[in-house]
């Protein structure tokens, strides 16, 4: 089956640096990546689209400038919180779909973010 | 090892009543979540428990079994709408989500 892989599992920095977290697909190409945050007992939540080779789509609410979002390449996303700062101490997660629109979406492991 | 289980696809016909069930392994627990999913969309939250007992919103119910992992989805008054994959996932002690593979539901006229 399709297997996505994030990096790293977990992440512990100072307020104000940046944070990229990797999210690759293994073993397909991924023309659509998603990326979800998911706080403590809190639903899955959906924040950008990420479509290879051009811009990702933020769901409302989201700072488009502070969660960058590269997808350079069919099987590599990647999301990079900015100046971050102890309330995006969150549980982070990607999810990558096949080609040729099928609708499963393959989640990566997830990343705990914790901002000190 | 860490493992959910729920059936692959169900068909149930409009105006019934369906249930989806889903058993989970983890290591520790903290939340059985579902989602639904509709084609070509992200997952959309439905429901979290995280007590035993049944959680009543609307068509859709959801209740969980602790001592025995598991946990079933009911949706009523069936609408073609709800032709969707439905997600289980559980959290574990380190507050990882382990996601089912989700059951496809298929609703007929």
């Known amino acids: 089956g399709a297997v996505v892989s994030q990096h790293p599992s977990r992440v512990i920095c100072k307020s104000g640096t940046s944070v990229k977290i990797e999210c690759r697909s293994l073993?397909?190409?991924?023309?659509?990546m998603f990326w979800y945050r998911q706080f403590p007992k809190q639903s899955l939540m959906l924040m950008a689209t990420?479509?290879?080779?051009?811009?990702?789509?933020?769901e409302q609410g989201v700072e488009k400038d502070k969660f960058l979002i590269n997808h350079a390449s069919l099987t590599l996303s990647t999301l990079t919180v900015t100046s971050a700062h102890p309330e995006d101490s969150s549980f982070y997660i990607c999810?990558?779909?096949?080609?040729?629109?099928?609708?499963?979406?393959?989640f990566g492991p997830g990343t705990r973010l914790l901002v000190l | 090892g860490q493992n959910i289980d729920q059936p692959t696809e169900m068909t149930a016909t409009e105006g019934a009543i369906v249930q989806i069930n889903c058993t989970y392994q983890?290591?520790?627990?903290?939340?059985l979540f579902w989602y639904q999913q509709h084609a070509g969309e992200a997952p959309t939250f439905l429901s979290y428990?995280?007590l035993d007992g049944l959680e009543e919103k609307g068509r859709f119910s959801s209740f969980l079994s602790r001592s025995k992992g598991y946990s079933y989805l009911l949706l009523k008054e069936l609408q073609m709408k709800d032709s969707a994959s439905y997600l289980c996932?559980?959290?574990?002690?380190?507050?990882?989500?382990?996601w089912g593979a989700g059951t496809k539901l298929i609703i007929k006229p």
């Open positions: 073993d397909f190409q991924a023309t659509t």
């Open positions: 428990n995280v």
């Open positions: 996932a559980a959290m574990d002690s380190n507050y990882q989500l382990i």
């Open positions: 999810s990558a779909r096949l080609p040729r629109g099928q609708e499963t979406q393959y």
């Open positions: 983890t290591s520790g627990f903290n939340g």
């Open positions: 990420s479509n290879e080779g051009s811009k990702a789509t933020y």
